[in-house]
């Protein structure tokens, strides 16, 4: 018996090390940030608060630049943007020789989808559905960037989108709020790693809190509305699930909660995120956010300075607010000295997090910039990765893949453009270093097949809407006559076996500040596939874009489309592994696409209506439905197809009962039926029958990568338990009810077999 106490005895003590070991530290970090804080001035409390921008400091200007002086007054707390070593070193270099109390800056940058390794824009990566290959994009970029000397990085977007009129779709994971949880989760320990101490982590920030994905009309920076019970179901979890991940900061949305901005939302960022999340980092703004709070009618830039750090918001992103209003919002009673104090040792406690007190050039090793950047490895990663994120949406007659024999004829504006391929928020590529498709599929045809190019079209006719989707260097507009260029696609084609249409949108045609009223297939690019077309010859469609679009004309007159998103800096290369069948497309859709304008918003999660349209009608009168169009999407969510094919069968579960606390598995059987080896996403969807509230004809609340050899299958299993049954009811608790549970397994949204679960 005494041994046996002794042996548990111990184990708790070991068990209860880590916790132990994190308190301790804890209180390292407090007396540390608590003597700092005794010796700083309000003004440099305050300074630690601010954010400006600084432009690209060429190395030896910076000690003549006016951020510098404000550096030497202790009267910045970190810096964005500013790419290099020697760069950052020389600014770093003023924060701990030259100001007073020698507190090193934070070093942030957009490293939205990768640093100089590229890898697909974040709304691609959703449609891998491969955690683990998202993870590793995460780990990649943040040993990039802080080789390059960055240790934040204002990622992972998080906002869901059912709209897909807003350009920022491309830069979050789409729809859901399961699937978005799952890749937050990824995101997070990818960036932060288990020791955000070390010299290649660096520090994730969630944005935007809250809501940005729903703005009204798609239309960027502009208004949301909506109730707490969507907030809570649908909007919040993946936020709340990066803050358990442990995230180090958040960053404030532009949009207004509840008629509040962001920003100077105390309810949102101090009773949600704070008190009801436990987060323990800190919260910056977007750019200008406290600035843009004049706009929406709050008051003037020292009234809505006021009402952000009252709010619980720490660090303001360029507006200049705190730094030039706090001391006198303070001396007037409109804030107090411990909001001022609280914000400040937030900071402080994210620089000590990173090790920056002990090691202010910890991030600033010129060896590490040299060799553990764009290196063959991360390559391989991204190209491997891109490949798993393409959606082939349509393959009649197995067109795809295609042989590396005779002629190809590459024709579309996204053919011969290697700026466009990494994607929108791509701020550290080098594009030089990138193929365009052109050129990679040459490469992977060599000397067995014959790549004829010509651009064919420009995207739009009208040069000024092209030229508000081309910025940052990436336009590709050509002032040839249209004819000109129409006759010279037409004339390669007319020789080819095959033709692969590069058509879409432009990689600023989507991201921030572009939003689009029409998801069509642009007007040029229109008529060229209708001439391409009555060539009658087979035409393989490589659709590029960063968002869901309308392809309702496409999908009923071309055989073979092929969604590529934008897919990093090694997208050429991956898009020819899938064209040629070196790899087997693997995507599924992580929304739903439209089959026509009107039916957006659009989305596979909708609650029912009391007069919903019975499945397989078009129109019935007085039911919920369109006169012109069934309500169907184009392409579901979750939708994606294989050269493969899989067959589902034997799905069970292993008891039709069960209790509150208990489980019950979920199996189904896969088998590979086609010629292909291949990957299947097996998901798993929940109807909830009967609700204290209405609640979604499905939702996803599993789903699993596998792969199959062909011939092959495999058994796959989903426990069912509480949480997977749960939702946030109209006092904002959690609750599942008794009662019958439909329980839904397919390869998508829609094509699902269903089981009837009873929970007692």
Partial sequence: ??????????????????????AQQDTKMKLFIDNLMSKMTLQEKIGQLNLPVTGDIVTGQAKSSNVAEEIRLGEVGGLFNLKGVDKIKEVQKIAVTQSRLKIPLLFGMDVIHGYETVFPIPLALSCSWDMKGIENSARIAADEASADGICWTYSP?????????????????????????????????????NDLT??????ACVKHFALYGAVEAGREYNTVDMSHLSMYNYYFPPYKAAADAGAGSFMTSFNVVDGIPASGNKWLMTDILRKKWGFKGFVVTDYTAIMEMMNHGLGNLQQVSALALNAGTDMDMVSDGY?????????EGKVSEEAINTACRRILEAKYKLGLFDDPYRYLNPKRAKKEIYTPEHRKASRDLAAETFVLLKNDDNILPLQKKGKIALIGPLGNTNTNMPGTWSVAATFERYKSLYQAMRDAVGNKAEVTYAKGSNIYYNKQIEANGSMFGRDIRDNRDPKVMLDEALNIAKDADVIVAAIGET???????????????????KDLLTALRKTGKPIVLVNFSGRSTVMTWEQNNFPSILNVWFGGSEAGDAICDVLFGDKVPSGKLSFTMPKAMGQIPIYYNHLNTGRPLKDGKWFTKFTSNYLDIDNEPLYPFGYGLSYTTFAYSNFTLSSNKMKKGGKVTASVTVTNTGKYDGDEIVQLYIHDKVA??????????????????KGESKTVYFDITDDKLQYYNNNYDTEEDPGDFD???GPNSRDVKTQLLTLE
């Fill in 507 to 525: 990689s600023e045609m989507s991201g921030e500040c572009s939003s689009r009223s029409d998801l069509t297939i642009p007007d040029a690019e």
């Fill in 198 to 203: 070390a010299s290649n982590t660096v520090m």
């Fill in 1 to 22: 018996m005494k041994i046996k106490t002794l042996l548990l005895s111990s184990m708790a003590v070991f068990l209860l090390m880590p916790s132990a070991m994190r």
């Fill in 323 to 331: 730094i030039g209003t706090l001391e006198k919002s303070l001396k």
């Fill in 692 to 709: 204290s509230i209405s609640r979604p004809v499905k939702e996803l609340k599993g789903f699993q990568r596998i792969h199959l050899a």
């Fill in 157 to 193: 977007m998080l906002d869901i989108c059912r709209d897909g009129r807003w350009g920022r779709m491309s830069e979050g994971n789409g729809e859901d709020p399961y699937l978005g949880s799952e890749i937050a989760r990824a995101m997070v320990h990818g960036y932060q790693g």
């Fill in 743 to 745: 329980i839904m397994i």
